[in-house]
């Protein structure tokens, strides 16, 4: 923790502040290790890191030797003002994505008072937590690995009498079970044309002989997401040059993943293969994202992002067809960013 709080500051004073105020959860786990922080954390240029929290949080917290804790038992807005201004600090960054626009209007009327400013700076801790260290790949890994055996686990419970809606409650249990006690999203099951929906909702529909699932196990907070898809019997032409046509792009485009890559270029890696296919209006998303602490998080490979792949980024690869209210077709694997080429995860 104490090396990432570093990173932190060294970035806050790069960028003239003297603190940073963030509410994202993840981006609080990452910076204190608390699990499930509810509450507001404020870093200041000098590595103090003081939590701000409900008397209602789910379990106590103690002060660490890198973290002060506060119980607010009134407002935030002006704990969090009273104790900026005890720490000097002058200037205040926090990020757009963290704020309502009422939230930010009283946080900011809040700290005029004690004479401190409260300016846009960016989502400086999301951008540390795209590398991830060795022990953040390994919980990755290991989400991903329970991923794969939920396919597994729904390969052998499956039956044709079950309805979408039937097969993601399984799977979500058997996720639960193998892993933390919540899913990194809600598992999608799409059955024929529901597939050509990305993010389709289980419905009390039968399955029928073409389903793709969509699914992320959580383990100790860190993210998998994962999909494939899954036919019996044999794939009618146009289906079948889809399905290779996703494979040969999917393969174009980690091939080319490595440091020092702009994620624009995976992304068009992957887009070429399937336009050059007949298909290139189909591909309605970007190639992939980011996963860690949360499943959808920087960076993000599709079109006009010129973010560099570094090398411990985790992303996902899963370009898709959605073919005229017909079928949808994708899969998703997640690799690691590698100095020379990607390594898959799963």
Known sequence: MKKR????????????????????QANIRYLTGLEQPEGWLLCSRNQELIFFTNPISPKPIKD???????????????????????????????????????????????????????????????????????????????????????????????SQTMTEKDLSIEIERFLKIKADNQIAFPIIVASGKNSIFTHHNPKETLINNYFLIDLGAMHYGYCADLTRIFFWGKMPPLFQKAYNTIKKAQAAAISRIKEGKKASDIDKAARDV???????????????????????????????????????????????????????????????????????IA
């Open 64 to 158: 660490k030797s890198y973290l002060k804790t506060i119980i607010v038992k009134n407002s935030f807005f002006k704990q969090i003002s009273l104790s900026a201004k005890k720490i000097k600090l002058k200037k205040i960054g926090f990020s757009g994505n963290d704020l309502s626009l009422n939230c930010y209007q009283k946080l900011k009327d809040s700290l005029n008072i004690k004479k401190i400013d409260l300016v846009s700076g960016g989502a400086l801790i999301e951008k540390l937590r795209m590398r991830k260290d060795k022990k953040e790949i390994k919980l990755i890994k290991k989400a991903a690995s329970f991923s794969l055996e939920a396919f597994d686990y729904a390969k052998e419970i499956f």
């Open 5 to 24: 709080i570093r990173n932190l500051a060294k970035i806050i004073n790069k960028k003239k502040l003297d603190g940073f105020l963030t509410k994202n």
């Open 274 to 344: 399937i336009s050059k296919n007949g298909f290139g209006k189909y591909f309605t998303h970007g190639l992939g994202h980011g996963v860690g602490l949360e499943v959808h998080e920087p960076p993000y490979l599709k079109p006009g992002q010129n973010e560099i792949l570094k090398e411990g980024m985790v992303v996902t690869i899963e370009p898709g067809i959605y073919y005229k209210n017909q079928f949808g077709i994708r899969l998703e694997n997640m690799v690691i960013v590698k100095a020379k080429k990607a390594e898959v």
